[in-house]
């Protein structure tokens, strides 16, 4: 695909509320070169024709974190944002720690809170933040007081939403609910490992961020390049029993081999690639509620393989060819609750007969 052909983006309205952001967000832990070999990064000059490629399709949606590649990833879009910053949503995270030897340099508690957002604003050379994530739940901090600090900063105007990202379903559900009984600002956002390799959020995850209609934006959407097939010769040559190796001891096994290897499959059906297929996948999941893939690139070339997920439709076959191989266990009590054996305990004889117009949620 060159360069000004992609399809149109088009926007969603993220959770309960009125905001607009692109069908994909531009994820950008890769922008910066700082984590070395840990993740390697994109110099300052590659993440700006990430960033181009992003913007001229029409994406809107910045996704950053005050620790990605030590701060940097926030100094480079602070500045690739400068020159049109109200047209961007820009979401940054805070909570994971900046110095691991200050135990109040992390969580989600006031103190860093407060002390996280001043940091991420001058980095990213801005007076407010469309979005602040709380990057991973914080048992520690009581959720009043999260709550009630997260809404003091949106009274300020520092921030403008919120949301929460890596956290169990009910911290979710219980937060929100007290928000709305004490008035305060709730999570309009959800953050998740969702892909076609990573379905367990289907239990409990998306049916509650349906139902209390908040946005979900999914991260690791190829499942660590699992499902882009780079990774396809990994069990013949036993790469994944390297223990040194964190993307293939975590995600290289034989199940998610073979659904890589089906997502090729249908990718060669539709002369598209394996990466496009897969994000396309999440992009027909509307059932679940809205789900916006946060799409991230270290090339030029791996942004424009990405875009091109725009332009795919998978048929109802390829669809449930590919929910066939990846499905996963509901467990209890979702798998319990659904046997024909229950229904008939809680419906009688008259289940078929009911018209039920918020099935699916």
Not at 47 to 64: C, P, R
Not at 87 to 114: C, E, I, M
Not at 139 to 146: G, H, K
Not at 212 to 223: E, Y
Request: with cysteine; net charge negative.
């Amino acid at each position: 695909m060159e360069d000004g052909a992609f399809q149109e983006m088009r926007y969603k309205i993220l959770g309960k509320s009125g905001l607009r952001v692109s069908e994909l967000c531009l994820g950008t832990m890769t922008f910066g070169e700082d984590w070395g070999a840990f993740l390697r990064g994109a110099s300052k000059e590659e993440s700006k024709e990430i960033f181009d490629l992003f913007v001229q399709a029409g994406g809107n949606f910045i996704d950053t974190a005050n620790n990605y590649q030590n701060g940097t990833s926030e100094k480079y879009v602070g500045e690739l944002i400068a020159s049109e910053r109200e047209k961007f949503v820009l979401a940054t995270k805070y909570t994971l720690t900046t110095n691991p030897n200050d135990p109040n340099a992390s969580g989600s508690h006031r103190k860093n809170l407060l002390q996280s957002v001043n940091a991420s604003l001058k980095r990213l050379n801005t007076s407010y933040i469309d979005m602040l994530w709380v990057h991973a739940w914080d048992y520690m901090t009581p959720i009043e007081e999260l709550m009630r600090s997260l809404d003091d900063l949106i009274r300020s105007g520092k921030v403008l939403y919120v949301g929460m990202s890596d956290a169990p379903a009910w911290v979710v559900a219980q937060a929100n609910t007290m928000s709305e009984l004490q008035g305060w600002s709730p999570f309009i956002g959800l953050q998740i490992m969702y892909s076609l390799m990573e379905r367990t959020p289907e239990r409990d995850l998306l049916p509650m961020a349906r139902n209390l209609d908040i946005g979900v934006t999914a991260w690791s959407p190829l499942g660590g390049g699992v499902l882009s097939g780079k990774y396809s010769n990994e069990i013949q040559e036993q790469k994944r029993f390297d223990p040194n190796n964190p993307m293939t001891s975590g995600f290289v096994n034989e199940r998610n081999l073979s659904i890589a290897k089906e997502v090729q499959i249908i990718a060669t059906e539709k002369n598209k690639t394996p990466s496009q297929v897969a994000l396309s996948w999440l992009r027909h999941r509307s059932d679940r509620g809205v789900i916006i893939p946060i799409v991230g690139a270290r090339s030029r070339a791996q942004m424009r393989d990405n875009l091109g997920s725009l332009d795919v439709d998978l048929s109802p076959d390829q669809l449930k060819r590919l929910d066939d191989i990846s499905k996963i266990e509901l467990g209890f009590p979702h798998d319990f609750l659904s046997s024909d054996m229950i229904k008939t305990l809680l419906y009688g004889n008259t289940y078929s007969s009911i018209d039920y117009h918020r099935a699916g949620s």
